[in-house]
């Protein structure tokens, strides 16, 4: 089957999930704690599978890693859903099943309409492909936390009766359930975020095939690298000596978040979109 084709089936199947898990958890009015049907949780394992197919042609089509931000997103977004997928199994995700699968409907073709810069360097290294991996993984794991924040404010909303409707309360657990898990989200990442900041800085020429030093650009993506880590570590800080929850957590994660998307992806768009580097 041709790839654009794969990449078809894999949004259709994407979006069609999220439409129904939208129905039966956002749109329904359900106020009270129910169990999903076994299916639910492998409902997403044919859409992953094949968008690692298209992932991994799109990547490894030549004898080199072509990881443009095209590339960047879509992998980030298969990490995400896997994550979210696999994590589903143990804590309790209801409610994150629609934005996750909107997202990955909307970033699944980026590949397509999004251009190639070239062949990454040093793809030979496997010192470059862990540090790669390992800044990818703390990518997905922020972007989960990011919508689980968002999902809390949203639970915050509906319990105070601030939104439009209160319905739906039962697809949420219990608010301190949210927390504790998003925390859990957030301490994950930022370990792999330190490894990835460390790696890149502390072993650039091994890396890169160049020592670290700061241009327009590159100091710009590393600032605000920096300024995440420096933000989740102080949340993380503020979370065990302190006690920061609620909203504060969720400003916290949010603001953190988009520093790390600042950083490497607004940098890239810069670099190939605008730039054409």
Do not use: C
Request: glycine residues 10%; positive net charge.
């Amino acid at each position: 089957m041709p790839t654009t084709l794969l990449y078809l089936l894999t949004l259709t199947l994407y979006a069609a999930l999220g439409f129904y898990f939208w129905r039966t958890r956002w749109h329904a009015d359900t106020t009270s704690a129910w169990s999903p049907p076994l299916w639910e949780k492998f409902a997403l394992l044919l859409p992953l599978l094949l968008h690692g197919v298209v992932l991994q042609q799109s990547l490894l089509g030549s004898d080199s890693i072509q990881m443009g931000i095209g590339n960047a997103i879509s992998a980030i977004t298969w990490l995400t859903v896997m994550i979210y997928w696999l994590a589903n199994f143990r804590y309790p995700l209801e409610g994150m099943q629609a934005p996750v699968l909107a997202i990955a409907t909307v970033f699944t073709l980026f590949p397509l309409v999004l251009p190639e810069s070239g062949a990454l360097p040093n793809t030979g290294s496997t010192a470059f492909v862990a540090h790669m991996l390992v800044a990818i993984l703390a990518y997905s794991l922020f972007t989960i936390a990011a919508l689980h924040a968002a999902l809390m404010w949203v639970f915050e909303r509906r319990l105070h009766g601030k939104g439009r409707a209160t319905g739906g309360l039962g697809i949420f657990p219990p608010l301190l359930t949210m927390e504790k898990l998003l925390f859990t989200l957030i301490g994950a990442g930022f370990v792999l975020l330190t490894l990835a900041l460390g790696s890149g800085i502390l072993f650039s020429e091994e890396l890169f095939g160049k020592p670290f030093h700061f241009s327009h650009f590159t100091s710009h993506k590393t600032v605000f690298a920096l300024l995440s880590w420096l933000i989740f570590g102080i949340l993380l800080g503020g979370r065990q000596f302190y006690g920061w929850r609620g909203r504060i957590a969720i400003r916290w994660t949010l603001t953190g978040f988009a520093m790390l998307f600042l950083a490497y992806l607004g940098s890239k768009f810069v670099l190939e979109i605008l730039l054409h580097r």
